[in-house]
């Protein structure tokens, strides 16, 4: 595997393709049973951290849509 960035410096792509490459690994099953465990954690940590980045950008989203439709009109 090519070294790795530290999760949270990943961004919501990086993330995403990293953990694509992971379940395709595992899905070929040549994986031995150390290597499988090492890739399913890094995937758990890739899964909770792509979920905290699309947390992040629907608080976002939220605020703007607030601020629309509280901002006084021209």
Not at 4 to 14: A, H, Q, V
Not at 37 to 50: I, K, M, T, Y
Not at 68 to 73: D, G, I, K, N, R
Request: proline content about 3%; aromatic content about 4%; glycine content about 2%.
């Amino acid at each position: 595997m090519t070294s790795r960035k530290k999760t949270e410096n990943l961004s919501f792509e990086e993330s995403m393709q990293e953990l694509d490459s992971i379940v395709n690994q595992m899905e070929e099953g040549e994986l031995s049973l150390e290597d499988a465990l090492s890739r399913f954690e890094r995937g758990v940590q890739l899964a909770r951290h792509s979920q905290n980045k699309l947390k992040q950008a629907e608080q976002k989203v939220q605020i703007l849509i607030c601020l629309l439709y509280t901002s006084p009109s021209p």
